[in-house]
């Protein structure tokens, strides 16, 4: 099993409700389990549209026997079940989930970057992730 950590974010419909249910269904996920979560702070959207609505953001640490790749799979998952659709680069969203660390591993391939790729310039992703270290 590896210790992985999360990002979640929401800027759409009722964002704390998204968030608790993404962590619900992490949580049922075989192989899967949360030791850790963040509280919820709200913060302002980083670059995108103008005019989004602010964002629900909290940080996970999870322990999981899932590969990167299907742990990305399974996350991507969620965000559908929660209802995301594709649509602007930095725009508003349902749910957002990212694999910010997965174990001591860099990973760099076409689909998934590991540490997240701009996880250290953002304030909305690193006081989570404090909170869960």
Known sequence: ??????????N???????IKLAVKLLEALKDTSILKKSKIIETLPCGGP???????????K????????VLLKKL???ENELGR???VRFGPRVIDLDILLY????I????LTVPHPRMFSRDFVIRPLIEVL
């Open 50 to 60: 103008v005019g989004q609505p602010d964002f629900f953001n909290a940080a996970l």
């Open 1 to 10: 099993m590896v210790i992985c950590y999360i990002g979640v974010g929401s």
């Open 62 to 69: 999870i322990r999981t026997n899932f590969s990167p790749h």
């Open 108 to 111: 760099r391939t076409k689909s």
């Open 85 to 87: 659709v594709g649509g």
């Open 12 to 18: 759409l419909g009722k964002r704390r409700k998204n």
């Open 76 to 78: 991507k998952k969620i």
């Open 103 to 106: 174990g001591d591993r860099c």
